[in-house]
């Protein structure tokens, strides 16, 4: 009996010993499973971080690329890409490579889509992507920017920001930041002391420097800022020449016409109807140059002579080295249409003309059109009543804006009818080198000015449009995978 216990006892301790013996053996494997997937899963951490360094970097090198080689979309082989580098750590050994796929811009847009995929040596199945999109800012970052001082009179109501290297008077709404590169100046249009670079009359009036600038929101709704860097308008110069000849290699030109210039009808079907202008129309009885304007005239279309009908070239830019007249509606086109006379004279500078509606069909991008100027842009005399503009204007060497057309008075109707119309609506932007104006304070001109922004223009603006800066800015970052 004594016995049969102790072999009983010896059983049972084995099983105890066999049970915890399993168990310690399932919790260590457990344990070492989990200490294995953690393990994992921190490498596989490692291993991403990695990765998207690696793109990062590839990123950052075409970045670097682009200073270099602004135009080049092809990672300086010439070939179609993707376009692989491998990639070393700082002991010059292999650990990785990044994989670029690049998506050069549409012609007249500057922005650029790069595709970087980051890969770690001997690791398969494992990669990640970043995808950036980078962009020069065009001249067309502003609704309005001049180079001189300018007042902006009540009925003016501005979408977009208003920049001047003068000073700013202004007496409409503006819904974007106004700047002035002065931090005060001398209003030509009265006298009296310097008032802030950019100050209103609308009740109650600024104060006079050094007060504290006002904060007007019920005129400037973001703010206004003086002191600011000067715009440089001297892009433009280079932009028109460079227009020029490219317009001479594979766009369209036309030399001078031996008559008043020429007038460019826009089609919907990306083709335009020009034609040689014969004559324009004589001011009426004692419609005279009242302001001693330089310039001065009606610059409305009376008779002319049709050339021809042409394709809206590839590159988009036309240019005539003559006055030209502009109207017409486009439909998904990007078009510049340029004016100059070279060699560059001030007494011979041409201009662009513009009395009827300039328009979109589509209003997200696909259309533009510049009219750069190499001297003034002008609305003629005998304009529509309600007359809109879609395109980015540009006088480069003086103004955009309307004539002094005398109203009636004295016993004569003057330049009645057409002293006064009623609203012009400008979508794009204007930049103009001399004061800007559709209107007079004596209420002359376009009684409502409407500004519109075309926000598109910034980094799509329309061909070979003068840019800000030479370098790429990071405009979207994403990432994909």
């Known amino acids: ?45 490692i291993h991403r971080d990695l990765a998207f360094r690696i793109a990062e970097a590839g990123i950052e090198y075409y970045r670097w690329h ?12 010439g070939q179609l890409g993707p376009y692989v580098h491998d990639f070393y750590d700082k002991l010059g050994n292999k650990i ?56 902006f009179g009540p009925g003016t109501e501005v979408f977009g920001q208003i920049h001047s290297n003068g000073g700013i008077r202004f007496d409409g709404l503006a819904h974007n930041i106004v700047t002035s590169a002065k931090d005060k100046y001398d209003d030509p249009d009265h006298s009296g002391s310097n008032e802030f670079g950019v100050h209103t009359h609308i009740a109650p009036t600024d104060p006079l420097p050094p007060a504290a600038v006002p904060s007007r929101p019920d005129v400037f709704m973001a703010g206004r800022q003086l002191s600011v860097p000067v715009v440089d308008f001297n892009g433009i110069t280079e932009a028109l020449s460079e227009i ?11 030399g001078p016409s031996g008559d008043d210039g020429y007038e460019v009808v826009l089609k919907t079907n990306d083709t335009f109807d020009i034609y040689r202008v ?93 009219l750069i100027a190499q001297n003034n842009l002008n609305i003629g005399m005998i304009s529509g009543t309600d007359l809109r503009i879609d ?44 004061r800007y104006g559709f209107a007079y304070t004596d209420g002359n001109g376009y009684q409502l000015r409407n500004l519109l922004y075309d926000s598109d223009l910034l980094y799509g603006p329309p061909p070979s449009f003068p840019l800000t800066s030479d370098y790429y800015e990071q405009i979207f970052w994403s990432e994909v995978k």
């Open 1 to 45: 009996m004594t016995n049969n216990l102790k072999f009983n006892e010896r059983g049972q301790l084995t099983i105890i010993v066999l049970l915890f013996g399993s168990l310690a053996i399932v919790v260590l494997a457990g344990l070492i499973l989990w200490v294995d997937s953690n393990l994992r899963a921190a490498q596989r951490t």
């Open 66 to 77: 682009l200073a270099h080689a602004p135009l080049d979309y092809q990672d300086g082989t």
């Open 96 to 151: 990785g490579e990044f994989e670029l796929d690049i998506i050069q811009p549409l012609i007249g847009v500057t922005v650029v889509t790069v595709r970087s995929t980051g890969r770690i040596e001997g690791v398969s199945g494992l990669e990640k992507t970043i995808e950036v999109k980078m962009a020069k800012p065009s001249f067309a970052k502003y609704a309005a920017v001049l180079n001189d001082n300018v007042r």
């Open 244 to 254: 020029k000849a490219d317009a001479q290699a594979s766009g369209s030109y036309f």
């Open 278 to 370: 014969n004559s324009l129309v004589n001011p009426p009885s004692g419609c005279t140059n009242y302001l001693s304007q330089s310039g001065w005239g009606t610059w409305s279309i009376n008779t002319k002579t049709f050339i021809g009908n042409y394709p809206i070239p590839t590159n988009g830019l036309i240019f005539t080295e003559d006055n030209v007249w502009i109207k017409g509606t486009i439909d998904t086109a990007r078009v510049t249409i340029a004016s100059g006379r070279f060699p560059d004279n001030p007494t011979t500078r041409s201009s662009i003309a513009v009395t009827s509606d300039i328009l979109y069909t589509n209003y997200d991008g696909q259309d533009v059109v510049s």
């Open 391 to 434: 395109a980015a204007l540009i006088a480069q060497n003086g103004k955009v804006g309307r004539y002094y057309y005398r109203p009636p008075g004295g016993g004569s109707n003057r330049c009645s009818p057409h002293h006064t119309k009623n609203s012009i609506t400008s979508y794009g932007m204007i930049a103009s080198y001399v």
